[in-house]
């Protein structure tokens, strides 16, 4: 798959502020299912300062929903910066864990998969 020609297929999008996820920030169970090594997520947050670069981190999780039985490497997904995510070790289904940052107020979560 060359990804130059991939059409993208929106999975999850939410909006989350403090008021609706609470102190402390706890991590998000995305309630997908993936089958592909390769997602993209764009966290944007309007509220942002210029200095604020990182929005959390995300986790690749296999097993029960909110309680996986395995939980892979934290990677850093940047602010206002769409990533492109490469899943090395993929099984056949997979869900995603984001944490975060404890500073930003308000933010938008977009994850989206190959659609074909």
């Given at each position: 798959?060359?990804?130059?020609?991939?059409?993208?297929?929106?999975?999850?999008?939410?909006?989350?502020?403090?008021?609706s996820v609470g102190w402390p920030v706890?991590?998000?169970?995305?309630?997908?299912?993936?089958?592909?090594?390769?997602?993209?997520?764009?966290?944007?947050?309007a509220t942002a300062r210029n200095s604020?670069?990182?929005?959390?981190?995300?986790?690749?999780?296999?097993?029960?929903?909110?309680?996986?039985?395995?939980?892979?490497?934290?990677?850093?997904?940047?602010?206002?910066?769409?990533?492109?995510?490469?899943?090395?070790?993929?099984?056949?289904?997979?869900?995603?864990?984001?944490?975060?940052?404890?500073?930003?107020?308000?933010?938008?979560l977009k994850i989206e998969s190959p659609?074909?």
């Amino acid at each position: 798959m060359k990804l130059g020609e991939v059409n993208w297929r929106l999975d999850y999008l939410q909006f989350l502020s403090r008021d609706s996820v609470g102190w402390p920030v706890e991590p998000i169970y995305i309630p997908v299912t993936f089958n592909t090594p390769i997602v993209r997520v764009y966290c944007f947050s309007a509220t942002a300062r210029n200095s604020w670069k990182a929005a959390g981190e995300i986790v690749q999780t296999i097993g029960d929903y909110g309680n996986p039985d395995f939980e892979g490497q934290s990677i850093p997904v940047p602010l206002n910066v769409m990533k492109l995510l490469e899943f090395s070790e993929t099984v056949s289904d997979y869900s995603l864990k984001f944490s975060p940052k404890s500073w930003i107020e308000s933010f938008e979560l977009k994850i989206e998969s190959p659609a074909n």
